[in-house]
């Protein structure tokens, strides 16, 4: 069509971060992702959840200075891979951007990096980190992926023997 103009729509992304209450030592993490984000700025629109992994969320304080956010509840079974597979079918954005309890950011632009990778090479799994030590592995401090494929896995992570399949094992999401 001559002289068309197309409406392009930047996919939304949902922040999600595990945190697990009562514990002093996930409150320090948690305080240092939050001052993290605050002092690393990013110019990309993002909707913040933290993935509780437990029944009461005591974070209040802490998030505060991240304005609007989501407090999705999670039993803890399989720890943080646990969380993201139970939130994924609830995360309505078309992308997830998965911080585990002890990751942060440590430079400015740090979404527009991730943002940079998925606008290059399209849907997959993109992570800020990862090792080939003993076998190629997922390290789950962060990484970003759409909520769709997180869903679409088809084994039960409950316990630190799915947790190990689904980063570096026979079943490995990536």
């Given at each position: 069509m001559k002289n068309s103009c197309y409406l392009v729509r930047r996919p939304t992304i949902n922040v999600c971060y595990i945190y697990l209450p009562g514990c002093e030592g996930h409150r320090n993490c948690a305080r240092r992702f939050v001052n993290s984000t605050q002092h690393h700025k990013t110019s990309i629109p993002y909707k913040f959840t933290v993935i509780?992994?437990?029944?009461?969320?005591?974070?209040?304080?802490?998030?505060?200075?991240?304005?609007?956010?989501?407090?999705?509840?999670?039993?803890?079974?399989?720890?943080?891979?646990?969380?993201?597979?139970?939130?994924?079918?609830?995360?309505?954005?078309?992308?997830?951007?998965?911080f585990g309890g002890n990751g942060y950011v440590r430079t400015d632009a740090w979404l527009e990096r991730m943002v940079e990778a998925l606008d290059k090479h399209g849907i997959g799994l993109y992570g800020t980190s990862g090792t080939y030590e003993v076998r190629p592995h997922l390290n789950t401090s962060g990484f970003i992926t759409v909520p769709q494929l997180l869903s679409a896995y088809p084994y039960k992570v409950v316990d630190k023997h799915g947790r190990y399949e689904f980063e570096h094992g026979y079943h490995s999401y990536w």
């Open positions: 509780c992994n437990g029944p009461v969320f005591d974070g209040r304080e802490i998030f505060s200075p991240m304005g609007n956010y989501d407090v999705f509840h999670h039993d803890d079974s399989g720890w943080d891979i646990g969380g993201y597979l139970a939130f994924a079918p609830h995360c309505m954005e078309d992308w997830m951007y998965c």
